[in-house]
């Protein structure tokens, strides 16, 4: 549509960048966090500091679900791990006689009255009510606030959006390793141009990997189409790559429940000193009672056995009829390497920073496009209604989502522990704070904005610590000197985030002082190929 | 592709960009849908495996589409490609459905 391919790659770059941009790096950011999901529910539970030991914890977790909910239809219990120490668990009331039997998605959090914390002595923990890191990894795939559907449409687009950009990206840039070692600063849109390409490039495997995978998964909910060529029934096409769990009906004949340890180091034995990850028991307490034990997938892309089911009086293995098959092998291994589940830490790191990279890829190239145009300013025929709600946005999502993300950190630690439903108070104070940064970024000079909300975000993540070495017991110096690995390394991230954010705030406050750009500023003769076509 | 006059602003050059984001968001979804269905029908694996790359490859699909709708030499050209493609595996598809059947 321009004079030539790479100019109309160029424009399409530029613009789909522009347009998707904001989502992506709200999907960026929130993902690079939810790499720590578990690390995170761990740090929002200050009052968890039990020790780990799976086989009582589980022990622990069979007596409170018999005491709790005897004839429930389900019962899920995590193993605990060195990520998250104790047992998460949750049940299910069975449905009504006559009722369709239900259909377990794992993915929807239970009510509150469905679930609880425990210890190894089986007695609830009174940890606080937060959703952790949850909160992220939703995010990063729904929005939060947005239905669940209309969020995950809006997602898969901007991840549609990224990989064009990506494509694109990679055709206009033809120079891809000269650029990358080129770095030239203080020389404005040039300087920004540099940075984007650098974080781009860096970690260019890592963001097409990402990007692939994340497009891929949602593919299967919004364009699942191609499974209308090979079945007529789609739930066929489904049931077999999903194997979603079906509890079966009652048959009302009481038979005690097996001990679940017993199964448990069956399944561990089965797999060879595999760990387990989560169990799950159908029907407790009835004939018809069967345990799930689900593999953690530690050093694990996809395998089989991932799960082993046993008859929940007998203890017995129960073979499953049929091998998984390629295709759903394929597409777990398409999730599991998303979702990064398999990852010691060392690659879990690897993982987050470049997650990091991505974030700043995506920040560098929404500076860049206000950069470029700030010259047009000074045309009074070029509209600045646009160039005005880019830059508002760019303070209020690059330097405002950080802030409100620092903020529900601080709401975790500060709001009272007795509050109703204190999870989704500590959500809407981050969104407060975000909504507070927006409204700033709208109604003060932009470079004021920058300045101040980028200060907030540094305070805020440099003050953290400190919040949390007053407020909880873990946390605090002589808890670090023991050697709390998990609170060291949250507040080396915190403290790291803070002097980012606060290099940045002083970075534009330099900038504010500086005289506004003429017409005949050096800069107008960018005239390179790449900057060029973009309008 | 070389040889053509830059468009100029205003209602012309809107009128285009519009056109090409259709194409590349609806006609693009319909074309990469249909070709899916095509990939699922052709590649040599047992029906599951098959469906599942057919799925897999969509995203390759989609964004081929949309780079195909904004690097075409007019937006009635990427139209015509877009509707000749959807056209094409549409009736490929259906002709295997028909003549192998489906469970």
């Known amino acids: 549509m321009r004079q030539s391919f790479r100019l109309s790659m160029?424009?399409?770059h530029t613009w789909t960048g522009l347009v998707a941009g904001w989502i992506i790096f709200l999907i960026f950011f929130n993902g690079?966090?939810?790499?720590f999901r578990q690390e995170i529910t761990t740090w929002m539970k200050p009052e968890i500091t039990a020790a780990i030991d799976p086989a009582?914890?589980?022990?622990?977790?069979?007596?409170?679900?018999?005491?709790?909910?005897?004839d429930a239809a389900t019962w899920t219990i995590t193993v605990p791990d060195d990520r998250y120490p104790v047992s998460d668990v949750t049940w299910q009331p069975r449905p009504?006689?006559?009722?369709?039997?239900?259909e377990e998605d794992d993915d929807e959090r239970p009510p509150a009255d469905r679930r609880a914390t425990v210890d190894a002595t089986g007695r609830p923990l009174a940890a606080r009510d937060t959703e952790g890191g949850d909160y992220f990894f939703q995010f990063h795939y729904a929005l939060h606030y947005l239905p669940q559907f209309l969020g995950m449409v809006l997602v898969w687009f901007a991840g549609l959006g990224l990989m064009v950009a990506l494509t694109t990206g990679v055709i206009i840039h033809r120079r891809f390793f000269a650029e990358f070692f080129t770095f030239r600063p203080r020389q404005g849109a040039r300087s920004w141009l540099d940075a984007h390409t650098t974080f781009a490039v860096l970690a260019l495997p890592f963001h097409l990997m990402i990007t692939y995978s994340g497009v891929a998964i949602l593919m299967f909910f919004l364009m699942p189409w191609a499974m209308f060529a090979n079945y007529s029934r789609p739930q066929t096409y489904f049931e077999m790559i999903l194997q979603r769990a079906h509890t079966p009906p009652v048959s009302g004949h009481v038979a005690p429940l097996v001990s679940v340890n017993t199964v448990l180091s069956a399944a561990e034995a089965t797999w060879n000193g595999g760990r387990a990850e989560r169990i799950r028991v159908t029907n407790p307490g009835d004939a018809t009672a069967t345990i799930k034990i689900d593999r953690h997938v530690a050093g694990l892309v996809a395998g089989r056995d991932a799960s082993l089911t046993f008859n929940g009086v007998t203890g017995v293995l129960i073979r499953p009829i049929s091998e998984p098959s390629a295709a759903s092998t394929a597409s777990s291994a398409i999730f599991s390497l998303h979702l990064a589940h398999f990852a010691r830490p060392a690659l879990r790191w690897l993982m987050f920073l470049?997650?990091?990279?991505?974030?700043?890829?995506?920040?560098?190239?929404?500076?860049?496009?206000?950069?470029k145009r700030r010259r047009k300013l000074l045309d009074p025929r070029?509209?600045?209604?646009?160039?005005?709600?880019?830059?508002?946005l760019n303070v209020a999502v690059i330097a405002g989502y950080p802030a409100a993300t620092a903020a529900l950190f601080w709401a975790n630690r500060l709001l009272p522990l007795s509050i109703a439903s204190r999870a989704n108070a500590e959500i809407l104070c981050a969104f407060s704070f975000w909504g507070l940064s927006l409204v700033w970024s709208a109604v003060r000079p932009m470079r004021q904005a920058w300045v101040g909300v980028l200060g907030a975000t540094a305070l805020l993540f440099l003050l953290l610590p400190f919040v949390n070495a007053v407020t909880s017991a873990r946390g605090t110096l002589t808890n670090l000197m023991q050697g709390d690995p998990l609170y060291i390394g949250f507040n080396l991230v915190s403290l790291t985030l803070g002097f980012m954010f606060a290099t940045a705030a002083l970075f534009a406050r330099r900038r504010m002082h500086l005289p506004p750009p003429t017409l005949a500023d050096p800069d107008s003769t960018i005239g390179q190929p790449i900057l060029e076509g973009a309008e | 592709m070389a040889t053509l006059k830059t468009p100029t602003l205003g209602s012309t050059r809107k009128r285009d960009v519009a056109s090409r984001l259709c194409a590349a968001l609806f006609g693009g979804?319909?074309?990469?849908?249909?070709?899916?269905?095509?990939?699922?029908?052709?590649v040599p694996l047992p029906k599951a495996g098959a469906t599942t790359m057919a799925i897999l490859t969509t995203p390759i699909l989609y964004s081929a589409t949309i780079l195909w709708a904004f690097s075409a030499r007019s937006p009635s050209r990427a139209w015509l490609v877009l509707i000749a493609v959807t056209l094409?595996?549409?009736g490929l598809t259906w002709g295997l459905i028909i003549v192998r059947g489906r469970p």
């Not at chain 1, 009504?96 to 239900?102: C, D």
């Open chain 1, 10 to 12: 160029q424009w399409l």
């Open chain 1, 32 to 35: 690079t966090a939810a790499y």
């Open chain 1, 56 to 70: 009582k914890s589980v022990a622990g977790a069979v007596v409170f679900l018999k005491a709790k909910a005897p």
């Open chain 1, 96 to 102: 009504k006689p006559g009722a369709p039997p239900t």
């Open chain 1, 354 to 371: 470049c997650g990091a990279t991505g974030t700043a890829m995506v920040a560098s190239g929404l500076i860049l496009w206000t950069e």
């Open chain 1, 382 to 392: 070029y509209s600045r209604c646009g160039f005005r709600l880019v830059e508002t």
């Open chain 2, 29 to 42: 979804y319909v074309a990469a849908s249909t070709f899916s269905m095509l990939v699922a029908r052709l």
């Open chain 2, 88 to 90: 094409l595996a549409g």
